[in-house]
Each structure stands twice: as C-alpha cells, then as structure tokens.
C-alpha cells in the first residue's frame, strides 16, 4: 500500500453509507488556493433537519423546520468562523472554544484541551476540527479528532494532526468508519483526499460521493492565496 497515494471523494466515500460529519483541508494543485469544506449526514429525524446558513463569511447549522426540533444542543452551532489569519471549522459548538482560545492567546491544541466527545452514548461521537492558518501567500493547517477512550466513555484521547500543504492534497477527517449500532468511531490519521483547482469539481464530487439518503448539507471555501479573496459553494438537501 502506498501511504502517500491521493484518493478521490468518490474512492473515500462512495458505497459508506455514514462518515457522518467531516472535515477536508488542503490546497489545489495550482498551489494558489487554500481549500476547506464540511459536511454534515443524519439518520434520525432530528439530526436530518438542519440547514447550513452563511452570515458575514461564518456558517451555522440552523433547524430547517424549528417546530421539528426536539433537542438543539448537538446539532445547531456555528460550524465555520473566522478569527484574524485563522480560519476554523467543526462539527460543534467547540468552534466557539476555538475561537475564544485564540482570543485569549491559547494554541488550537490548548483551546481544545478543554473539550471531549460528545455525550451522545453509546456513540460517544468525536469532536472533529480544523483551522487554516494564513501567511504571507501560504497557510499551515491543523485537525483535531477528540474522541473516547473505549466503550463506556470513561476517558477522552485528544490528538492532533499539523500539516505544511502540498500541491493537490488534502486531508480528511470525518467522525465514523460507517453506519452501525452503536456507530463505530473514526480510526487513524486524517486521510489523503485529492482535490482539484476548480471549486465546483470539488463541490460536485464530494456532495456526488455522499450517501443520497443521509447527505444534509455541504459548504466549500477556496481562498485565493495571494488576494485573500474567497470562493464558497453551499449546497442543502433542503433548499
């Protein structure tokens, strides 16, 4: 097995029935635009009426019928924010933890020291998270997967994954293997995802690769490294 080759959405992802929520961060092969999306699936009604909204370049999980609600806590919160250089993207509301650490001088790893899984037994689903940090006409990125220790959740392991981009890779990180009960959690280093200079090639084929029954809604950013201007796709299995 080659640990560097570069697979496609479709080769990560097409026959899983439920990666559940995940994170892809890296650059086009170009080398001229940094690139994140996100993703987010459900099984229960609950978690399948969600939305994504954009408001001044942040993106929030939002109800998208709010009568259907029965529990808000693990399933509205602001999954991309942006702090200075930092751009931040996360399957919870520890984007807000982000973001306040940064404020407060902390690294991304020390912000999310104070977080775990979350309690959502017998899953026990990871914290899945990233942030781009942009320099003078490059970036460095970094994931973090927080997720329990074993069964019971007596524990949480914290790792975290720090990446110089490369021309072309991307690296993806989302929070189950597949679909099960209870669901089995991610295993392993953030895999290496190709991704290409157009936006809507990009957009086309992970939304493409995702299980039709269980795909909610997906967000992409390129941004262009030498104006600092961004490109974003949105799309919403409830439009």
Not at 116 to 123: L, M
Not at 182 to 201: K, L, V, Y
Request: hydrophobic share 35%.
């Amino acid at each position: 097995m080659n640990i560097y080759e570069l697979q496609s959405p479709a080769a990560l992802l097409a026959g899983n029935p439920y990666p559940g929520r995940g994170i892809v961060l890296g650059m086009t092969p170009d080398g001229t635009h940094a690139a994140a999306a996100y993703f987010i699936m459900g099984r229960s009604e609950n978690s399948r009426n969600r939305i994504f909204t954009e408001k001044n370049g942040e993106v929030f999980t939002e109800p998208f019928d709010a009568s259907k609600v029965t529990d808000p806590s693990l399933i509205i919160y602001a999954a991309i924010r942006q702090l200075d250089n930092h751009l931040i993207v996360t399957n919870g509301n520890q984007t807000d933890t982000v973001y306040e650490g940064l404020q407060a001088g902390r690294t991304f790893s020390e912000a999310l020291a104070s977080r775990c899984f979350e309690p959502d037994a017998p899953n026990f689903t990871p914290r899945i998270s990233g942030m781009i940090t942009f320099g003078e006409k490059d970036f460095t990125y970094q994931m973090s997967i927080l997720k329990s220790a074993d069964p019971e959740g007596t524990a949480c392991h914290r790792y975290t994954f720090d990446y110089a981009p490369l021309p072309g890779v991307g690296h993806f990180l989302h929070t189950y293997v597949t679909d099960g009960n209870p669901i089995p959690t991610f295993q392993g280093e953030p895999e290496r995802m190709a991704i290409p200079d157009s936006i809507d090639d990009f957009t086309k084929e992970l939304w493409d690769a995702l299980n039709a029954d269980n795909r909610i809604s997906l967000y992409v950013r390129y941004v262009d490294l030498k104006t600092g201007k961004a490109e974003n796709r949105l799309i919403n299995k409830h439009a």
